[in-house]
């Protein structure tokens, strides 16, 4: 295993999570009396290993017909846009 790739992804994914939706939703359901601590672990586990998969499938794909520095600049491009419009809505 490429130890540099793993934490290179591991530290960025890791750092994109912390504070999003998909955290404050699984602690809305942590937070509620009477929660299965476990079950709602597995679950929003299960939930992130699927999405995860479904991003390297579809990352592996597209790299077939798009060349990853383009790919590059338009995810760039569509975390620049959610910002900005996330900013819009708050103000």
Known sequence: ??????????ATIFLAELGDKTQLATL?????EGSNLVAIFL??????VATS?????AGGIIS???EPRYLSYIAGTAFILVGVWTIWQAG
Do not use: E, N, P, W
């Open 1 to 10: 295993m490429d130890v540099k790739l793993y934490a290179t992804v591991f």
């Open 28 to 32: 809305l359901f942590a937070a509620r």
């Open 43 to 48: 679950a929003a586990s299960a939930a992130l």
């Open 53 to 57: 998969a479904i991003g390297v499938l």
């Open 64 to 66: 077939s017909y798009v």
